[in-house]
């Protein structure tokens, strides 16, 4: 059971589920194990930008992580762009070659003198909850796209279209005048 994770954790060892949403991860860890952290897995981040479903997930883990009141970190983040949606639904931690790649112990100094990233990522502040449908809707779009050109070369394929169901076009939706802040 649980009982040599909460031995560790009375001498200040902290615990992470890795790869959450994959493999052997599960929502029961949530319950019984003494975690301070949970992984984003990089499978749902490298598809984030272009992909509603992994948006969601990572939606859906960060919401996770702050109802059970532990950290959340997204492994794999390679680009600014990610690096800020993720911010901007509520995940500050990262990992991935966007900060830096594998390095040896003498190299880390000179790497913080020299890291850039934070001036792009230190104004980055989480959305408010009505204008999060708007990363959705870029997603989609993007992934429109991707499908617009993957017609253009195959012309077997079928004509992408946005849901018309989707997060962003209930957004676009919404009365405006009981909302004026949400554009």
């Known amino acids: 059971g649980a009982e040599v994770p909460r031995a560790c954790q009375r001498l200040g060892v902290g615990f992470a589920l890795d790869d959450f949403g994959t493999g052997f991860s599960s929502l029961s860890h949530l319950k019984h194990l003494p975690l301070t952290q ?3 897995d990089r499978s749902f981040v490298s598809g984030m930008l272009s992909s509603p479903d992994d948006l969601s997930i990572i939606e859906g883990v960060i919401n996770l992580a702050r109802v059970f009141d532990v950290e959340v970190l997204a492994e794999g983040v ?4 990610q690096a800020r949606a993720l911010m901007h639904l509520g995940c500050s931690n990262v990992q991935g070659y966007l900060v830096g790649r594998p390095m040896p112990s003498d190299q880390i ?5 020299d890291w850039k990233g934070i001036d792009q990522l230190a104004s980055v502040e ?3 909850t ?3 449908p708007i990363l959705f809707g870029q997603a989609e779009l993007a992934a429109v ?4 050109n993957a017609f253009r070369a195959d012309t ?3 004509v992408p279209s946005l849901n018309s169901h989707s997060r962003f076009q209930r957004w676009l939706n919404l009365d405006r005048h009981d909302h004026p802040q949400g554009r």
């Open 38 to 40: 949970i992984k984003i």
């Open 78 to 81: 390679e680009t600014i762009q």
């Open 109 to 113: 100094s000179g790497w913080i003198e």
């Open 126 to 128: 989480p959305l408010d």
């Open 130 to 132: 009505e204008r999060t």
């Open 145 to 148: 796209i991707k499908h617009l």
């Open 156 to 158: 077997k394929g079928n």
